[in-house]
């Protein structure tokens, strides 16, 4: 725990920059949260999405976006459309580049469902991370690694949030329920591995009390570094081939896993274990003074 200051500067690199990027470019919100329509086309024929934007622009149609999400299958993200619509679009799609597209998918969600995600979206984390708080308090017998945890696991929400609202700008990545499930599932697995840390220096402060809680702490993070990075390097290559090889339709969500599991692993290990020693440490100074 030589270097905590240094694991918390390391830190600081990567979310102050994604704040400065959440306050001056936000978030871009999915048709999810904003409402619309999503439309995926098959043609017989490769096309490219430029052309496909242009051809509806020139009618007079809005388009959000167009992504490839498949051999020659495209996703069409609209406002709020009637059906008589979409089949004008359809319509025009087959006069322009002379042939019907296979309608695979028509899916509208209004503004009040995206609404009503978004709130539920915040109640989930500010739930999960109160049970979480108290959970890890109470098995632990000690509120100072209940709320560290907690703080390990808003480390990895400001790392997902800040670098999202950055790939958003420069890359058009999207937030949406899928981002959503991602986040959620990113935090599980921190706190999961910060419990397994924490779980290390409880069974070392039984067996060697007389030990220096810091020693304790560089013990339990020796010990447990190894397993940590084992178990997330195995999710890492699986994301890595998923990110690679899958379809555009998840491309974000298993980048938003990916991102998160690298933070997780961080977190837990070089943040979760120091801020420990960081408030021993004031508590001790506040007991001599």
């Known amino acids: 725990?030589?270097?905590?200051?240094?694991?918390?500067?390391?830190?600081?690199?990567?979310?102050?920059?994604?704040?400065?990027?959440?306050?001056?470019?936000?978030?871009r919100p999915g048709i999810d949260f904003t409402g619309g329509t999503l439309v995926e086309y098959k043609f017989t024929q490769d096309l490219k999405t430029s052309d496909l934007e242009t051809a509806l622009k020139e009618k007079g149609f809005e388009v959000s976006s167009i992504?490839?999400?498949?051999?020659?299958?495209y996703l069409f993200r609209l406002p709020p459309l009637e059906k008589e619509k979409a089949n004008e679009i359809k319509q025009v799609l087959t006069a322009k580049f002379g042939q019907t597209p296979e309608e695979i998918r028509f899916e509208i969600v209004g503004p009040i469902l995206g609404q009503e995600l978004l709130i539920k979206t915040i109640v989930a984390i500010i739930l999960a991370a109160g049970f979480i708080l108290g959970y890890v308090a109470w098995r632990f017998k000690n509120a100072k690694f209940g709320v560290c945890?907690?703080?390990?696991?808003?480390h990895d929400t400001l790392v997902m949030l800040g670098l999202f609202s950055i790939?958003?700008?420069?890359?058009?990545?999207?937030?949406?329920?899928?981002?959503?499930t991602a986040m959620l599932t990113v935090l599980s697995f921190s706190v999961h591995d910060t419990v397994v840390v924490y779980d290390r220096i409880r069974e070392s402060q039984k067996?060697?009390?007389?030990?220096?809680?810091?020693?304790?702490?560089?013990k339990a993070v020796t010990e447990t570094l190894s397993r940590s990075l084992n178990n997330s390097l195995t999710i890492i290559f699986m994301l890595l081939a998923l990110l690679l090889l899958g379809g555009v339709t998840i491309k974000?969500?298993?980048?938003?896993?990916?991102?998160?599991t690298v933070s997780g692993t961080y977190s837990s290990t070089f943040n979760a274990a120091p801020l420990l020693v960081?408030?021993?440490?004031?508590?001790n100074r506040k007991l001599k003074s």
């Open 252 to 260: 974000w969500f298993v980048a938003a896993l990916l991102i998160g």
């Open 67 to 73: 992504q490839n999400s498949g051999s020659k299958t």
């Open 167 to 180: 790939l958003g700008h420069f890359f058009g990545a999207e937030v949406d329920t899928l981002f959503v």
């Open 149 to 154: 945890a907690i703080l390990a696991m808003f």
């Open 207 to 218: 067996l060697l009390p007389a030990t220096p809680f810091e020693s304790l702490i560089n």
């Open 278 to 283: 960081v408030w021993h440490n004031l508590q």
């Open 1 to 27: 725990m030589r270097y905590k200051f240094l694991y918390f500067l390391l830190s600081a690199l990567v979310i102050i920059p994604g704040i400065i990027s959440l306050f001056v470019y936000g978030l």
